[in-house]
């Protein structure tokens, strides 16, 4: 048994309770966010409602009655897409009382999907994305290669063993698409979200071509890109968009899709094992897309682009703030050899720093000013240059 595993952004919550009437953790399905707020409702007086459950719903039929009851504890409301229109009787409770720490509430769903926050809270919510587990968060109790290969979703992560696992990723696909995105209102036919899907893992790494994935899926370029939208917005799918530096060299400008969650990717692909994932052909891209998510997860202020030239040099991972820029490449071998394109786009571009990452022990400096890095280790060593 593992226990309980803080989450890196437990401190960060418990500072937008201090000065936010409302919180709002958001996250994908079965990330962790209800466990997460459990564990930090124990700190305070609070009070819990799960949306999905009817007995709990029926609670909040008359909310000021509740409210009043319950004024000095911290409601906790999980699962508040589904009930969207709560936020306007929300809006009237806090401009009564905008006392911090008042709400937190969760949402399988990003801000924009549920937009009465937007609109009905503004200037009274603090936003938070919470990711399945990240790779320092479980550096203690799993493997890097299991996290890899399992997907970072509590219980993929911490299945008793790699069997288990897939049932368990192959169940959260099926409910996923027959109950998940219905009941955010989305009428997409199961079949059509089930091949699209397919074709999403069989992508991964690559820039999007809408007219031939489109014509793979057998629908129409729009309704493609509503189906991506619906993806991107309830955290499954990324679409990584092209830097636009002030470079002279053509370059690519199609964004590149990603499946966020490597288990999920894996489950799609049929991949079950470790041995099975190394001797798959997508193993490279598969890589390159968990790398890139811890990494952008825990840089969360900063923009995340890629970069690509008409000629194939290439950088996976541009993270840009404020006129700083950091560079990264990932590379699935013990020892990594980046292309020359790569050595002159960091040329051209000159970053504040850049990192190959790739399975290796220790890090070390493999040409000036660029290091080959383990993941386990870049977390600590980019708190030193950003």
Request: hydrophobic share 40%; with cysteine; net charge neutral.
């Amino acid at each position: 048994m593992h226990g309980y595993i803080p989450r890196r952004m437990e401190n960060q919550t418990h500072r937008c309770l201090s000065r936010s009437p409302v919180t709002a953790i958001l996250g994908p399905r079965q990330c962790g966010k209800s466990t997460t707020a459990r564990m930090m409702l124990k700190t305070r007086p609070s009070i819990y409602l799960d949306l999905q459950d009817r007995i709990d719903r029926n609670k909040l039929a008359e909310p000021e009655l509740f409210f009043d009851r319950y004024r000095d504890n911290m409601i906790c409301l999980d699962e508040i897409q589904m009930l969207p229109e709560f936020f306007s009787v929300l809006r009237s409770e806090i401009d009564k009382d905008r006392r911090p720490g008042r709400f937190l509430i969760l949402g399988s769903a990003s801000r924009d999907l549920i937009k009465q926050s937007t609109e009905s809270l503004a200037g009274r919510i603090a936003y938070l994305d919470l990711t399945p587990f990240l790779i320092d968060e479980v550096s203690g109790s799993v493997t890097w290669p299991d996290l890899w290969l399992r997907g970072g979703f509590p219980e993929s992560t911490l299945a008793r063993d790699d069997a288990d696992s897939f049932d368990w990723r192959l169940d959260f696909i099926k409910t996923f698409m027959e109950r998940d995105i219905p009941g955010l209102g989305f009428n997409i036919p199961v079949p059509v979200m089930e091949r699209l899907w397919m074709l999403l893992a069989h992508y991964h790494g690559q820039t999007v071509n809408y007219h031939k994935l489109a014509a793979a899926a057998d629908i129409s370029i729009p309704t493609l890109k509503k189906y991506l939208a619906v993806l991107e917005q309830t955290y499954m799918l990324r679409l990584l968009q092209p830097a636009e530096p002030n470079l002279k060299k053509r370059l690519i400008k199609s964004p590149k899709i990603y499946l966020r969650d490597s288990g999920i990717l894996h489950a799609l692909l049929d991949i079950e094992t470790y041995d099975t994932l190394l001797a798959n052909p997508i193993a490279g891209e598969s890589w390159e897309g968990f790398v890139m998510e811890n990494i952008i997860a825990c840089h969360r202020r900063w923009n995340p682009f890629f970069m690509r030239t008409a000629n194939g040099a290439e950088m996976d991972l541009i993270l840009e703030r404020s006129g700083r820029c950091h560079v990264f490449e990932c590379k699935l071998s013990k020892a990594p050899k980046p292309s020359r394109g790569f050595y002159e786009l960091v040329n051209a571009v000159q970053p504040d720093s850049a990192w190959v990452i790739a399975p290796v022990d220790e890090p070390y400096e493999i040409r000036k000013g660029v290091m080959v890095c383990p993941l386990t280790m870049i977390m600590p060593l980019m708190r030193w240059v950003l």
